[in-house]
């Protein structure tokens, strides 16, 4: 399977490309997208990377599993293409942004805009088959998503890590917390939301401070 992936994070994965499981893990999307509905569309896989060079990356928010709904997934986490409507999880993100930031609720549920300000979307696993959550996980894109934080970890200095829920929590283990600061509450699913575990978490206007402490621009969420 061919894959494009920004200049700047081609020469930090290099070796993860090289390594078998790699190589399987794209054979088998690769047979995936021949014989099945599967989603981002292929040439969305890794627009995480694409919007968010590697040098950029000043904040990281990590997902689980792409939308399996037709035309929502767009290679971002927890981001639609423009013109879908906005799934639970993203309409909970968007009123606390509300509330944290007095930001307006935004028309559109594509989160482009802030991987473009050096905020890396990413989910643990970076495609789906249409319909089934989960179909892709265990397949290799987890061991590769776990070599990209710790790559950011180990080079990268005062990143910002938002990990909503316990899954992202479980990513911690990559991250070397002394040279970077991680922000945690619940998952912004209705599930955990309804139990008072994400709203009031501030997470956005709590990164920015950060940023500012460091001299860094503000992300305009």
């Known amino acids: 399977m061919e894959f494009y992936l ?3 994070w081609k020469a930090h994965l290099q070796s993860e490309f090289e390594k078998s499981y790699f190589k399987e893990l794209m ?4 047979q995936e997208y021949a014989q099945q509905q599967c989603y981002p569309k292929q040439d969305d896989i890794f627009n995480a990377f694409k919007w968010c060079p590697f040098d950029a990356v000043k904040v990281v928010i990590i997902g689980q599993d792409p939308y ?7 290679g971002l986490c927890f981001s639609v293409n423009d013109g879908i409507a906005h799934p639970p999880s993203l309409r909970n993100i968007f009123k606390e942004l509300e509330t944290d930031t007095q930001k307006t609720y935004p028309d559109s549920g594509n989160l482009e805009a802030w991987a473009k300000q050096g905020v890396l979307l990413l989910n643990a696993t970076l495609t789906v088959r249409a319909g089934m959550a989960g179909s892709h996980q265990k397949r290799g894109w987890e061991t590769f ?4 934080i710790k790559t950011i970890s180990d080079q990268k200095e005062d990143v910002v890590f938002l990990l909503w829920g316990g899954y992202a929590k479980q990513k911690v283990k990559f991250i070397e917390a002394s040279k970077h600061h ?3 509450s619940g998952h912004p ?3 955990s939301a309804n139990r008072g575990y994400w709203f009031g978490n501030q997470s956005f206007s709590k990164t920015n401070v950060q940023l500012k ?7 305009a969420w």
């Open 189 to 191: 699913s209705p599930l």
């Open 27 to 30: 054979t088998y999307v690769a």
């Open 145 to 148: 998503t776990n070599a990209v």
């Open 213 to 219: 402490n460091l001299g860094l621009t503000p992300i």
């Open 68 to 74: 399996h709904g037709p035309g929502q997934a767009n």
């Open 6 to 8: 920004e200049p700047s």
């Open 182 to 184: 991680i922000i945690t």
